[in-house]
């Protein structure tokens, strides 16, 4: 099972918009609505920002949202601030034999 | 609080074992799948497996299968992950991470997510 692809990097300026690309196959993201999304900063462990392709954990700001379009799910961040300055993971569940798959990651930088 | 607490760093020579251990605090320990994850120097994310510690009953991707052994004691709310012939490329920190159960009004249900994550475990595979 191959990882999901994701963009290297991303990068946007202080209060844009930024969406952040995870293309699989339709035996994962295309085939389920079970897409998650983690940001992780530098040494830390990652922190569940999107599950079930577009809902959020309490806590977590709604300037996040995700969506999913065929074989390919987004993550948004809106309103872009310094602290989103991190490597974001999307991972699907990619059935009863693989079961979770994430994707290549992506650096997101504020400019 | 919840939260799971791993082991400390390990260093190993190739061709040994490392056992890495997960405490969980803060909430019921059998009712929820535990997950590995690892990440090595520079690099993604790669889930592992997951135990269910209420049946011991286990997933390991296909990668890792003869080489992963997971485990728990249900007594000390612990998971543990073996992995054996150990690799220079098996050199990564390793997380536990809890499977997320979303509840609303009475009831909860998985959600293929993985909300609580341990700070995690760096094991160097050197000789």
């Known amino acids: 099972q191959s990882a999901l692809t994701q963009p290297a990097s991303v990068s946007g300026s202080p209060g844009q918009s930024i969406t952040i690309s995870c293309t699989g196959t339709s035996s994962d993201v295309g085939s389920y609505n079970l897409v998650s999304w983690y940001q992780q900063h530098p040494g830390k462990a990652p922190k569940l920002m999107i599950y079930?392709?577009?809902k959020r954990p309490s806590g977590v700001s709604n300037r996040f949202s995700g969506s999913k379009s065929g074989n390919t799910a987004s993550l948004t961040i809106s309103g872009l601030q310094a602290e989103d300055e991190a490597d974001y993971y999307c991972?699907?569940?990619?059935?009863?034999?693989?079961?979770?798959?994430f994707g290549t990651g992506t650096k997101v930088t504020v400019l | 609080q919840v939260q799971l607490v791993q082991s400390g760093a390990e260093v190993k020579k190739p061709g040994a074992s490392v056992k890495v251990s997960c405490k969980a605090s803060?909430?019921?320990?059998?009712?929820?799948?535990m997950h590995w994850v690892r990440q090595a120097p520079g690099q993604g994310l790669e889930w592992m497996g997951r135990i269910n510690p209420n049946s011991g009953g286990t997933n390991y991707a296909q990668k890792f299968q003869g080489r992963v052994t997971m485990t728990r004691d249900t007594s000390i709310s612990t998971a543990y992950m073996e992995l054996s012939r150990l690799r220079s490329d098996d050199t990564a920190v390793y997380y536990c991470?809890?499977?997320?159960?979303?509840?609303?009004?009475?009831?909860?249900?998985?959600?293929?997510?993985?909300?609580?994550w341990g700070q995690g475990t760096m094991v160097t595979v050197s000789s």
């Open positions: 991470a809890r499977d997320f159960l979303h509840c609303s009004g009475g009831s909860c249900y998985p959600t293929d997510a993985f909300d609580i």
């Open positions: 803060g909430y019921t320990f059998t009712g929820y799948y």
């Open positions: 079930e392709g577009s």
């Open positions: 991972c699907s569940y990619a059935g009863s034999s693989t079961l979770y798959v």
